[in-house]
């Protein structure tokens, strides 16, 4: 079974106006997708910004749950911030993956937008099966800017629900692919 991880892109993301930015890191991201990363017993949870000073946010944060006060306050915290890895860029989140694994990961791309060549959550058993690391890709503000998508191998349908409306948070949204990826089959 392939090894699983999740990727938490502040750069190069869209703003309300479509213009790439560099999204500010949101600590209840952090906390919410290492719990939820601790859960499915993923391998990693990677936070992108090339933001010295969100990386400095991300520092302190990870310090204080990890060997600080919160560490004896909340002990099982800092199993999950343990997971988090601080990066640069995409690109260094998979060539890290790639040195721990001997093989780069497979990037998935996630939008609340569809298109044609958007890859069923039905379709991914094989790449689940697959000995090769697979990274699923998590964008922040308003999305994924398109290079990201053009540096994913594929990117999943997006999660709906019988309505027209769905606009997820980050959080939400990675909590129902990896249910859906790695959780128990309902049907
Ligand atoms: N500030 C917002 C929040 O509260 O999280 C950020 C939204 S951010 C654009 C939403 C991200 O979650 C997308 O980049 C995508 O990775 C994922 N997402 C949101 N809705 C989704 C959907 N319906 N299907 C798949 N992914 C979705």
């Known amino acids: 079974l392939s090894d699983f991880y999740l990727a938490l892109v502040h750069w190069p993301v869209y703003n309300k106006n479509r213009q790439v930015i560099a999204s500010a890191l949101t600590t209840v991201d952090l906390h919410d997708l290492s719990r939820l ?20 946010v991300a520092e302190m944060m990870i310090e204080h749950w990890c060997r600080g006060w919160g560490a004896r306050y909340i002990p099982t915290r800092a199993e999950a911030l343990s997971l988090v890895r601080l990066v640069d860029s995409l690109n260094d989140a998979r060539a890290d993956v790639a040195r721990n694994q001997g093989l780069p990961p497979l990037l998935v791309g996630t939008s609340a937008v569809g298109a044609p060549d958007r890859v069923a959550f039905s ?30 191998d594929l990117t999943l349908e997006p999660i709906r629900g019988p309505g027209n409306y769905n606009h997820l948070s980050v959080r939400t949204a990675a909590g129902i692919i990896l249910d859906r990826l790695l959780g128990p089959r309902q049907i």
């Open 37 to 56: 990363a601790a859960t499915y017993e993923l391998a990693g949870l990677y936070v992108v910004t090339p933001l010295e000073d969100q990386v400095a």
């Open 123 to 152: 379709e991914m058993g094989a790449y689940e099966r697959s000995d090769r690391p697979v990274m699923i890709v998590l964008g922040t503000a308003w999305g994924l800017a398109d290079e990201v998508f053009e540096q994913c």
